[in-house]
Structure formats: C-alpha cells, structure tokens
C-alpha cells in the first residue's frame, strides 16, 4: 500500500477545496464589497427615480411621478433650441478645457518637480486654486477680466490690445470659462502628476542615461509610456468632473450671453431649481447620462489598448 | 410596461394620501389637545421659518428678540437659504408629509407655487380670524404689497419686507452735465434725450469715465423685469385677461429696444452687468442713474464704507414715464403660515405681529426695512434719510398697483420667468430681433401657463 | 530624469535646472495671482474693492473677518466642513483605494463591470440626484446630519478614487505582493502591509484632491443639511446670493480666504509625508 505524503497544507487544502476556493473568492471579493456596497446602497433609488419621472408627468404636491407619459418629456427636451445650442456650448468647453489642462498640468509637474528647497512649499501652493470656492473664484475672475475695473484689460492695453469684452462677447466668454476652469482644475493634475512623477522608478532612468539616451528620447520612450496609465486615469477624472462643471459658469457668465456659456448642467440646474421642471431636467438627466456612459466606454477601450502596447 | 407603472404610482400615491390624511388627524387632536397656542412659561412653543440667508440671521439676532417681548413664550428658529435655492427647498420641505418648517418666506412670484401645492393656510379663514386683534386692519395695507401673496382669492401671507425697483441718481453727475436732475415727471423720451449728455469725462484725461445709466443686462431672471417696467408703464402687460401672453405686439417690442438702447450708454462691458456689478457702478460714482431695488439705498447713499457717494448726492425716485403712468416693479417678501403647521397660531403670532402697524413700524425703524402700511409710510419716518425713500416707495406702490407692475402670477411662473430671462437674452446679445425673441417667449410661455 | 542633471555637475549642466525651476516658480506666481488679489480684497472695505483703476494702497480693514463670522456662523460651518470633508474623504480613500486595487491586481469575474459601472455613475448629473436623495433622507428622518452628508459625498469620490488607484496601482510591479503571499500572507495584509507603504504618494494626492473636492460641495450641502450640518459652501453661497443688500464682496473674499487656509495648512503637513513616504518607496523601489 503506498501511503501518500503530503505536507499540513496540501491536506487541508485537499480536505476542502470548495470552502477554500470560498474563502479565496471572499477575500478577493472584499476589495470590492465596500465601494460596491456604499455606491449601491445611496445610488439606487436615486437613479430609479430619475429615471422613473423622466418617463412621467411629475406632481409638485407629492413630488413624485404620477403619469406615464412614454416619451413625452424627451420629444420635449429635443425640441427645446435651448438644450441643442447648451450641448454644442459644452462640447466646445470640453474640447479646449481638457487637453489644456491635462497637458498644462503635467508640463507645470515637471518643472515644480525640480529638486530643490522650496518644492514641497511650491507643490502645496499650487492646491489653493482648487480650494476656492467656484461662486469666488468667479466673482475674482469677474473683477480681474472686467473692462472696467480689470487687472488684466490694463495689462492687454499696456501691449496695445485694447477693450476686450471678456463676458460680452460670445467667444471671449467661453474663453474666460476655460481660463477660470483651467485655472482651478490644472492642479488637481498636477497633483496626480507629481504623485506620478515621483513614483517613477530611477533605476530604469538611470541606465537610459548611462547608455547615453538624451532627454527627449527618454521622455518619448520611458516616461510617458510609463505614465500612460495615469494620464488616462486623470483624463477621465476630469473628464467626468468637466461634464457636471456648471458653477463656474453661473457664477462667471451667468450663462451667458445670450446663452453662449450655457454649459448643459447649467441648463439641467436651472429646469430644476428656477422652473421647476423636474420631469424634463431627468429626461435631460438622463440624456447626458446616457451619452457621457458612451464617450466614457470609447475612452476605456481607446487607454486599455493604450495600456496594453505599453 | 404602463400598467405596471401607474400601479406602483398609484399605490405610492394612496400611501401617501393615507400617510398624510393620518398625519392631519394626528395634527388635530394635537391642536385641540393644545389649550393655549401661544406657549406657557413651562411649555413654550417652538415656531420653524425658513427665510433667505440675506436677512435670516438679522432676524434671528434683532428681531425675534424684540417679538418675544410681546410673545415670550414662542420659540422662533430662522434657518437661512441662498435665494437661488430657497424657491426649491421651501417646496421640498413644504410637500413632505410633515413639514421642517411652520413659517415660510416667500419671494414675490412664489406663493401662487406654493398654494397650488396646498402649502399654504388662508390667513383670513374663520380659524386665523380667531387669532387675528382687532386693530391689525388689512385696509390699511397698501393695494400692490399684499396682493403679492393673493392668489385665485385667498390671502396667504402678509408683506414683510416690501422692495420695489428705484431709479437711483447722482446728481453731481447731473450737475456736471448740466442737465436737469430728473424729477418724478421724467419721461422715458426725455431721458434718452439727455443721456447722450450723461456720458462724459469728468477729470479731463480724454477718457469717458462716466456714464449715463447702469442696471441688469445680463442673461438673469430679474433682468427682464426692467423691459416689463418700460413696457406697463407704456401700457403694456404681460398676460392678458384670459391669462395668455399679451407681451409680444408693438408696445413690447418698443419697451424691449429701449432697454437695449441704454446699452449705449451705460459702461464698457455692461451687458453683463447684473444686480451686483451695477450697484458697484453706482456706488463708485461712475453712472449718473441707476435701476435697482430700493434695498440697496442704504449702502449706496448712507454707508460711506461701502460707497463713495453722500446722501446729498443721492436721489431716488420712480422709474421714467411711459405714456401711460411711471414705472415701477413689484419685489416683495411675504410671510406666509403652512398649512400643515403643528402650531400655526403661534406662526401667525410671529407674522402678525411684524406686519402690524406697530411692528412694522420697529422693522422700519430698527432694521432699515421698507413698510407696505399706508399709515407707516405717511408718517414720520424715523432715520431724515428715509423721507425721499418712503415718497417714492409711495409713489411706486400707486403705479404698480393701477398698472398690475409685477411678474407673471402663476404656479409655473419661475418657470416663465426663465424663458423670459433667455429670450430677452438672446436679443440683448444681437442674437435674434426683438419680434422673434419675443414671439418664441409667448409661443413657450403660453405652452407653459396652459 | 533628475538626478544625473541635478548633482551639481558643470555650470551649464547648473543653468537648465535653474530655468526649471524659475519657470515652475513663474507658473505658481500667475496661478496664485487670484488668491492674493482674494486675500487683499478681503482686508478692503467695500467701496474700495471696486474703484477704477483696481488699488493697491487702501486703509485695510478686519471687518469682514468679524462681521461675517457671527452672521453666516462661519465657526460652526467650518467645524461641520472639516468633519464632513474628513469623513468622506477617508471614507472614499479606503473603500475606494481597495476596489482601485481588486480592478488593477486581482482577477475577478465581473470586477472590471462593477467598476466601469461604478465609474459611469458619475455620469449622472448631481441635480438629478440631489432631490431623491433628499426625500430618502427625509423618509428615514436622517437630514440635516453629518453623516448623511458624508455618505453623500462617498458616491461622489470613491468612483474618482477608485479609478486614479487603479492607475497607481497599475503602474507598480506585479511581483510585489506575490512574493508575500507566498511566504503565507493574506490578500488583505499584502495590500496594507506592502501595497499601501509604497503607494503613499498617490495615496496622499488622492486623498488630498477628496477632500478638496468634499471641502467645496455645494449642492448636496444645499438640499441635505437644514442648520445644524450646514457647510461653508452654502455660506458663501448665501452671501453671493444676497438679493437685498447686494453681494458683499468683502464678506465674500474674507469667507473665501478663511476657506483656503484649513485646507493649504493640511496640504503642506501632508507634504512632509509625500516626501518621507517617496523616499521609503524609492529604496524599496
């Protein structure tokens, strides 16, 4: 008879593979519980019932939906020029604010991330614009962009570039939008960036140079392939913060003029909170959901292909 | 699909309607229960209002003080609200089976929102009469004021703190133009005659540094209540008897381009001027009128850390003529019960006593505010500074009233008020005429009324 | 990239990094241009924060910082902001740094739609959410308190969290935690024991960049809190919103300026331990 050696836990293992194959899906599983758990729990209803009034005649008296009405509310918000002119307004701002800032962001990283005394003080500097309010941050930048009473329309006129109507014209509003938006969100990216930049590993840096590669070569075939991963990270970050950007807007422009800086969050906020329309702002609601669920999947695939060659 | 949802409505429905007809049963065993409404020393009553966040706090600190002299054993707690939210929350918290607050403030267009949504207790029910002293005499208020929180008939709240559109004036600036100081009697005609005259150089550097007029032209829902003043006081009104839009025929459309023309003479970049930065305008001393709300007075003219005009610089008086009367506009705050308040008695205590003669004579003396008594006005104002102010304010009150000078009353008038707001954006922007811009108005605003 | 550069080397090999570092101190000047033009206008009294043309030289003022601190209940706003920022933030770091590191690492069925769903859900706008969270918290009798809003804040952050870890955590070896599971290690204590210590510096930033973000919300503050959870933001909110006086931009700026500091005193203490924890990441690395 010939007796079987196996070591304490090769035999427990073998006792039991299904209550270990349990416990190792649990403990995998656990990283996983807590942020599914929490978003499922306070996400849920909310979204139901958005989506349940964007399909209904919605009642002030009980807040609520009352009546199937199908599609009544979507024909409604495709009809209305007000929400077609907001979403080109917001595709607009997102098509100039997010390069802006992603590049801005990581270029200003690299140079703070020189080695030197002051670079903790200079990096924790650079978080403030974050941290002020958005309805400030706007009147600041209403007071420094005004023709009147403007800092930087004195600068602009000591270079001879005279009157410029930062909120009265169309383009220069929407200009002034992505400069506010672009002055309060590059740091976050340059938070991360730092992060990133810091977490590099120096050896494979070190024996580039010691093999002679020169600073563009490396930057072209280490450093960003290595930083692919959270330059697309923080794209979509910002992305998504981008799309519900709708304070900056209020308080800069107002939303205007004329409409021209009506982002499509702005326009949801005031269906809501000023008209009181909250059926079409959940169809509205959705609408961009929808849409934002898209571009966000075509943005995943294009950075996993990304990560994958790199 | 259909089916299986109207019956998860109607059943949330029923419940609700259980649930609350369960909460008004409990709430009137409770009212009868309570023998004395107004509090006892051992059991005072506590009494919620929600009100905007701009004056909450004074209320807390100054006001409710002084009522508790009267009512020492009611328990005022004011929460305070950014206005652009409190439309939203007052409804919120109003709708819910049982409502946060007992008193609600309410902006002028709001109450008819509100009461269609039953939030609202009629303050001249047989009920509330019990409540209501002799002396409190609702004649004495003036017409426009407390028509503000009327509605379909009912009265629903008091006016607690009146505002109205001014036309404010630097009379160095008109002095320097040589131009007459514009009296009352000033017409629209004669003020576009002048302001060409307004906009000058007052330091001889060769560079206008002052202008004639400055006042909301940015894309905001208040903005198009200055193109309404120009409009009722040519005649013109928003709706017309039968409740559709009656705004987009000539007398509209003039109003609409005059308010546009005083673009030309208002500062560099005032076509994104609001509330704040034409105020700012005003108070440094740089345009000759300006058209805002008669709150602002204070701090324009009295208060030399946030301006640098004297009260002997300031005039404030109503708007220009029209054809028809002068102009003015109607901004009141009301204070209104809710009509599932556990203690309304002792919210109404709160509201009577600060729109009766007595109190609004405190408020107005104590805390600036502007009274809607016929009898406060016509009496000797307590701060010299307020002598012109009540005179206008008297003024306006007549011209609102026979011209029906406020915005649309109806449950979806924000609602209006916002595609007002756009359209007449639109047209300041240059982006459509002023026929379109007020034609697609109506087209959406009647949709929107029906 | 930087250390051959930066040893000291020859004076030309001195005058690159020299320009870096003028050009980052260049940058940080115009971005903090706003701030200070903030903070001064806060030490002004109204009517000389708007004249033509802007001032430097003006009688300065401390008003604004008293007046307001009574009126808007500026001390109680801040304590509620600092807790709820706090709370969620940790919240968000925790749950979200784990589910970052079950899509990097682990392989699981589903994981990876659980997380692009989790990432989508931050395509709802928040207006949308706001109100049906509210009558939710109402019908459990849970508004107007701290940790309603916490909660609030989490659906918000961990999605962001979560998917900025993965990236972190992406970047990292794959050996790392193997050769400690093999010794007998746990999942769980390979990730806080190994995992964590060299992720510090992303950690920290996410961390920071969650509470910034919680520090500053404005609309779920709105519709959620009453009084005694209210936050900074609906102070300010109010003040900018003021109908009847006009908007009191002294006020404004000095709420602006107190708002500021909390957060610049946490980022420059959290500095200390980026730097600490690079360095120990670094020699581990």
Redesign the interface.
Known sequence: MATNTMTAGEVRRARSPVRSKLMDAASRWAFMAPAAIILAAMLAYPIIYTVEISFARFDLMTFSAVEFVGWENYAHVFDDYRFWSSMRVTLIYLAFALPIQIVLGFGIAYLINALWRGRGAVRALFIIPMVVAPVVAGGIWRMILDPLWGIMNWVAGLFGVDGLDWFGDPTLAMASIIIIDTWRWTPFVILIATAALLALPRDIFEAAEIDGANWWSMLWSITLPLLVPIIAATFVVRWLGAVKMFDIALAATYGGPGGATNVINLFIYEEAFRSLRFAESAAMAVIVLVLTMVLTGIFLIGTRRLEDRY | ??QL??AV?SL??RA?MVSASAAVIATMTGMVAQAEGLGTPDKPVEVRMIA????A??WQ?LMVPEFNKHYPNVKV?I???????L???S??DA??PSP?YDIIIADDPWVP?LA???ALLDLRSEEVKGWTSEDFDWDDFNVAPLAASEWDGVQYGVPV?S?MLMMFVNKSLYEKAGVPVPTPKLTWDEFLEQAPKLVQDTNGDGKV?AWAIDTYF?????TPTIWQTIMNSNGGSLLDENGKPAFNNEIGVAALETHKKLLEFA???A??H????S???F??G?VATHIN?G??FK?SAID?????LTPEQVGIQVLPMGSKSAGAHRGIWSGAVSAKSENPEAAWAVLQWLSSKEGEKWHSANLGVFPARKSTLAAEPSEPWLVPVFDALQQAYDAAGEGKMWRIRH??S??A??VLA?EH???????VSAEEALNVAAEKIEKILK | MTSLALSGGTRKSRFWPRVRIAAGLLACVIFLFPVFWMVLSSFKAQRDIFTVPPTLFFTPTLQHYFEYMQRADISRRMINTIIVAAGSGIISIVAGGMAGYALARIRLRGAGTIGVLILLSRGVPPIALAVPMFLVARSLGVTDQHITLILAYCTFLIPYVMWLMRGFFLALPKELEESAMIDGCSRMGAFFKIIVPISMPGILSTLIFSMILAWEELLFALVLTNRYASTIPVAIAGIAGDTVNGANWGALTAVGTLTVLPVVVFALLVQKWLIQGLADGATKG
């Open positions: 699909m259909k949802f109207g409505s949330s429905r609700l905007n966040e701009a004056f706090n004074q600190t707690t929460d305070g609200v950014p206005y652009v939210e439309l939203a929350k409804m919120l709708t819910g946060t929102q269609s949504v039953g703190r505002n540094d940015v894309r905001e829902p208040l500062p560099t970049g076509i994104s609001g509330f704040s930065e105020l700012q305008a108070r440094q740089m709300w709150s602002v701090g030399a850390a946030t301006t640098t449950p979806r924000d609602a008020q916002q756009d954006s639109r047209f300041i922007a240059g982006q």
